[in-house]
């Protein structure tokens, strides 16, 4: 699954962390050192990935004010800009395949906080039967029955056996949304779709991860960052 391109989500409303998210896109809020996003952009072009796109759309002009490209040297990055209200998941990865070259793209939840080594999946062997790679954690306590279950390194539909969570990476290819259309579209149906084919490799990341979703996860990565620091 070679891949040098990403696309971060970063679109999305964050109505769970208003009020702060009425003024700032979630992607943007300072947590530590950096903004959110910054630490997947230091950790992608650390992987070797060339070019990021960042899809938007609330608050859009925000990214232009807060996020420097000057601090990520090695990346290019661009903007991806959809309507208000954003096209969900499915949707803002059709759009970006509509708009770039690249056969797979490596896509990353804007709204993640992980330590991740993105090498651990750009440099996997490729299956030519496999339409997508996703990245699975265990299970968080906000979604302690899990989103899917791995067996033999595939993804597979929960079936009473050990489940984990999606934790929001993923390597697609191109010819799993050929002829889609751009609109707001939702993954779900689409990964089901594709696991019911065998079509999707999975692997499990141990590391620390966060969906800071919610203004107490927010507080509970900036505290974790903080005795990190100290």
Known sequence: MNCDTALILAAGRGER????????????????????IEYHLFNLANSGVKTVYINRAHLREQFDNLLSSTKFADIKL?????PDGALETAGAIINAFNKISA??????????????NFENIIHLPDNDNDNAHLVLVANPEHNSNGDFSIRNNRLVELNGGSSYTFSG??????????????????????????????????????????????????????????????
């Not at 661009?78 to 959809?82: F, I």
């Not at 056969?103 to 991740?116: A, S």
Request: hydrophobic share 45%; aromatic share 6%; glycine share 6%.
């Open 17 to 36: 962390l208003r009020p702060i998210t009425d003024s700032i896109p979630k992607p943007l809020i300072q947590i530590g050192e950096h903004r959110l």
């Open 78 to 82: 661009v903007y991806l800009d959809e």
């Open 103 to 116: 056969d797979k793209l490596l896509v990353v939840n804007g709204d993640i906080w992980c330590n991740f």
């Open 169 to 230: 990476i993923g390597i697609y290819r191109r010819r799993l949304f050929a002829g889609q259309q751009i609109e707001f579209k939702k993954l779900a149906p689409v990964l089901h779709q594709q696991i019911a084919l065998e079509r999707i490799s999975a692997s499990i990341h141990d590391g620390d991860w966060i969906d800071v979703g919610t203004l107490e996860r927010l507080e509970l990565l900036r505290t974790k960052l903080a005795a990190k620091s100290s």
